[in-house]
């Protein structure tokens, strides 16, 4: 059992940038694959970027270059660096948790392959 916990969301302007925090609780999250995952609004669940526990990384490409996902073992947390912001990057973002081998191959972005999210934090990109 793995416990999430997001923060880090706001309100920028265009070109601005935040990061994102996620602490895990529990079952050490480093024997997971850890996604960040985003819904805008009317929109379904995408998932943004993934790193599994030797730090190798996927990305959307709507988000490679703008976006780095990282992980403190020793604080137990887990990053999303969002830099360069558009209005379309506006949703709420989710941490989530799933069988290491997700990160492997072709459906780390895939929503139902997580067990375990977080409750979300709102980023509001403004132009």
């Known amino acids: 059992q793995v416990q999430l916990v997001e923060s880090g969301g706001g309100s920028v302007q265009a070109g601005g940038s935040l990061r994102l925090s996620c602490v895990a609780s529990?079952?050490?999250?480093?024997?997971?694959?850890m996604g960040w995952f985003r819904q805008p609004p009317g929109k379904e669940r995408e998932g943004v970027a993934s790193i599994d526990t030797d730090d190798s990384t996927n990305y959307a490409d709507s988000v490679k270059g703008r976006f780095t996902i990282s992980k403190d073992h020793a604080k137990n947390t887990l990053y999303l660096q969002l830099n360069s912001l558009k209005p379309e990057d506006t949703a709420m973002y989710y941490c989530?948790?799933?069988?290491?081998?997700?990160?492997?191959?072709?459906?780390?972005?895939?929503?139902?392959?997580?067990?375990?999210w977080g409750q979300g934090t709102q980023v509001t990109v403004s132009s």
């Open positions: 989530a948790a799933a069988p290491l081998a997700v990160c492997w191959d072709d459906s780390w972005p895939e929503v139902v392959e997580y067990r375990y």
């Open positions: 529990g079952d050490t999250y480093s024997r997971y694959c």
